[in-house]
Every structure is written in structure tokens, then in C-alpha cells.
């Protein structure tokens, strides 16, 4: 099943994505093209507010034409611990943070074409500090209770895949 790479071609380098086509050789011994994305890690955060009440964020998203609802997330800065950039983001976008914090899950939201893996936490204890948001960003936090979020998710008002799995990851195994 593994398939052995013959050459690889560098398509685009971005700020955060790297485009690359790689000849590969498959197990039958025929060759194939594989395109794909290598980004960086990433890591998100349920923020949690008491035993009822979570923070999300609210943005306008470019390439969906679309204002989503997510948990907060960024991507690791080159040898940043996921725990670190959860710390960073957790501020930056909602303006708390917390001593507080605990992994949840790893997973890659898209095998076949990209190399990122993204990192899920859980944050309690919040502590309010000031928001300071990329300046190219523009977002706001929204408090919600749980039953809330768990309509959204049923009527389509979520739709991240990061924002559903971690969610309903952690409603279904910790709370």
C-alpha cells in the first residue's frame, strides 16, 4: 500500500501554504501524481466560561464568502508547542486566559490533499484580559450555553469541521 516518491515539484510557496506535485511510484508499479498542501500544525481551543457556557468566535471567512462560528484556533509558528499557540490564540481572539488547560484530541482534517494536523484543547478557569486580535483580523467572541451550540451545530449554523469534531468530542466524552 505504501507508495515511494520518484521527484517532487514545489508548485507555490505561500506565507502558510506550499503546493507541491510528487511523482510516485504505486505498489502495482505504475506511476501516478499526487498534488497536495504542507501547512503547519495548528491548534484550537474550547474555551469554557462555567458548566453551561463556551466561547466562540465570530468571522467573516474569504474563501466561503461566509461569516462562521469556531472555536478559536491559529497555526504553530515554526517550533511553537500546540500548547503555546493555545495560550496565544486563546487571548488574542476572546480576550480570557486560563491556567487551565488540557488536550483533547489530535486529528488531520484532510488526508488526501493536506499535511496539517490540528490540535484540540479544552480551557476552564478563564481569567479576562484584553483581546488583541492580528490586525487582520476582525472577530468577536460570542458566549453561548451548550444546548445553544448544540442547535447550531444540528441546524447548520456551524459548519467548521475543527469547531463540529471538537465540540461534539467533548460533549459526547467529558462533560
Same mark, same amino acid.
Given at each position: 500500500?505504501?507508495?515511494?516518491?520518484?521527484?517532487?515539484?514545489?508548485?507555490?510557496?505561500?506565507?502558510?501554504?506550499?503546493?507541491?506535485?510528487?511523482?510516485?511510484?504505486?505498489?502495482?508499479?505504475?506511476?501516478?501524481?499526487?498534488?497536495? &498542501?504542507?501547512? %503547519?500544525?495548528?491548534?484550537?481551543?474550547?474555551? &469554557? &466560561?462555567?458548566?453551561?457556557?463556551?466561547?466562540?468566535?465570530?468571522?467573516?471567512?474569504? %474563501?466561503?464568502?461566509?461569516?462562521?462560528?469556531?472555536?478559536?484556533?491559529?497555526?504553530?509558528?515554526?517550533?511553537?508547542?500546540?500548547?503555546?499557540?493555545?495560550?496565544?490564540?486563546?487571548?488574542?481572539?476572546?480576550?480570557?486566559?486560563?491556567?487551565?488547560?488540557?488536550?483533547? &484530541?489530535?486529528?488531520?482534517?484532510?488526508?488526501?490533499?493536506?499535511?496539517?494536523?490540528?490540535?484540540?484543547?479544552?480551557?476552564?478557569?478563564?481569567?479576562?484580559?484584553?483581546?488583541? %486580535?492580528?490586525?487582520?483580523?476582525?472577530?468577536?467572541?460570542?458566549?453561548?450555553?451548550?444546548?445553544?451550540?448544540?442547535?447550531?451545530?444540528?441546524?447548520?449554523?456551524?459548519?467548521?469541521?475543527?469547531?463540529?469534531?471538537?465540540?461534539?468530542?467533548?460533549?459526547?466524552?467529558?462533560?
Amino acid at each position: 500500500m505504501i507508495e515511494k516518491l520518484l521527484k517532487s515539484k514545489k508548485i507555490y510557496g505561500g506565507k502558510i501554504l506550499n503546493f507541491y506535485v510528487d511523482d510516485v511510484s504505486l505498489p502495482n508499479g505504475k506511476n501516478a501524481k499526487r498534488e497536495y &498542501i504542507r501547512q %503547519p500544525q495548528a491548534a484550537a481551543v474550547i474555551p &469554557i &466560561i462555567s458548566r453551561k457556557k463556551i466561547v466562540l468566535v465570530k468571522q467573516y471567512r474569504y %474563501p466561503i464568502k461566509k461569516i462562521t462560528y469556531e472555536i478559536p484556533a491559529g497555526k504553530l509558528d515554526d517550533g511553537e508547542k500546540a500548547i503555546d499557540c493555545i495560550k496565544r490564540e486563546l487571548a488574542e481572539e476572546t480576550g480570557f486566559t486560563s491556567n487551565n488547560i488540557k488536550k483533547l &484530541i489530535s486529528f488531520y482534517p484532510s488526508t488526501a490533499f493536506s499535511t496539517e494536523k490540528l490540535h484540540i484543547f479544552v480551557a476552564k478557569n478563564l481569567k479576562k484580559v484584553k483581546m488583541r %486580535p492580528d490586525e487582520d483580523e476582525f472577530i468577536e467572541p460570542v458566549i453561548i450555553n451548550y444546548k445553544k451550540a448544540l442547535k447550531w451545530i444540528e441546524s447548520g449554523k456551524i459548519k467548521d469541521a475543527k469547531t463540529l469534531i471538537g465540540l461534539l468530542y467533548y460533549f459526547k466524552t467529558l462533560r
